[in-house]
């Protein structure tokens, strides 16, 4: 698979795999050797950007992905986040990013992950109690002791993506970027590029809605996270399938899958951007993959861009309890 560069030299593949939906979000997690297995098969597939965080199944995740990636420590990236208060002992909106904090948070990931460094460590969500600059200084000391290798950003706005980057390089924000979400395109993407910082969208398939599998009678099993989504309403998903439809027509001509034709249109954008499906299933990984080998043309892209030019997406991203977590 082609490679990506994420700021100062972070060198990744194309796409990554995003692990969160292995232990939580989407219904029942994987049973662990399944998990394994479909971590090992992405990387015999070229993928060797692998995300996880310690949130995600509180903790099992990182303990997955360190035993699938162990095996193959030496020739994979893996990104894993602190700054969420898991135990509740923070006090202030859920989130914890004190120096002390970031250190233990380092010192149990790194057990959990079964390696002596991690390549990309991410603030998870910017801490309004601590300042930026002091997070950046502790994750600076981290990366002088050989136990972090790269500075991450999650959800941050431009003036704390400055703010930290002067303190430490930031070498990769991720935030939720598709062809259902564009607002990093107003303010962030300019200022990624002219700092040198690399771009991982998260979601980069919309949550799913964007493969074309979903649509207004789909129902969600109840510990599925969309369920709480408004753009994932019934009535939103009426209005949303306006944009699937146009990624489906171009993706027909393509002999791709709308969901191909979504990944390549985000690797199009810019040559730093590199996206991180999640999946469960063998056989939407193996697509996600292929999303490389598609080749969209410039006139491909205007297509796209008149396609969805217009169409007003229906339902805020987050529900009002989550959305007060993003940095502006």
């Known amino acids: 698979m082609e490679k990506r560069k994420l700021g100062r030299g972070l060198e990744v593949s194309a796409i990554g795999l995003g692990c969160m939906g292995i232990s939580q979000s989407y219904g029942l997690p ?10 090992r098969t992405a ?4 993928v060797t950007f692998f995300d996880t965080a310690e949130v995600y199944g509180r903790y099992k995740n990182e303990e997955v992905v360190g035993e699938a990636l162990q095996p193959i420590r030496d020739q994979v990236v893996i990104a894993t986040k602190f700054g969420i208060d898991i135990e509740g002992t923070a006090g202030h909106r859920g989130m914890d990013s004190r120096p002390e904090h970031i250190r233990a948070v380092v010192e149990a990931s790194l057990k959990r992950l079964r390696t002596d460094r991690i390549d990309l460590l991410y603030q998870h969500r910017v801490d309004p109690i601590v300042p930026i600059e002091e997070v950046a200084g502790t994750v600076k000391e981290l990366i002088g002791q050989g136990k972090v290798k790269h500075f991450g950003l999650s959800e941050a706005g431009v ?3 400055r703010r930290a980057h002067a303190v430490q390089p930031v070498a990769a924000l991720q935030s939720e970027y598709s062809l259902w979400w564009r607002e990093p395109e107003e303010a962030i993407l300019p200022t990624l590029e002219e700092l040198g910082i690399g771009f ?6 919309g949550k799913g809605f964007l493969t074309g599998a979903i649509d207004q009678d789909t129902t969600f099993v109840s510990d599925d996270f969309r369920n709480t989504v408004p753009r994932f309403a019934p009535e939103a998903r009426k209005a949303n399938q306006a944009i699937v439809d146009a990624i489906g027509k171009l993706a027909a001509e393509k002999k791709a899958t709308p969901a191909q034709v979504a990944l390549a249109w985000l690797l199009a954008q810019k040559p730093w951007i590199v996206p991180i499906p999640g999946t469960t299933k063998l056989h939407r990984l193996e697509e996600n993959i292929g999303a490389t080998a598609v080749e969209l043309t410039a006139e491909d892209l205007r297509d796209i861009e008149d396609a969805v030019y217009g169409v007003a997406v229906e339902g805020d991203r987050y529900s009002p309890q989550h959305a ?3 940095d502006r």
Do not use: H, K, Q, Y
């Not at 990387?43 to 070229?46: I, T």
């Not at 991982?200 to 398939?205: D, G, I, K, N």
């Open 30 to 39: 994987m049973e662990t050797p399944d998990a394994v297995r479909l971590i």
């Open 43 to 46: 990387f015999e597939r070229g």
């Open 159 to 161: 003036r704390n993506i």
């Open 200 to 205: 991982v969208p998260f979601s980069p398939l």
């Open 324 to 326: 007060a977590w993003i």
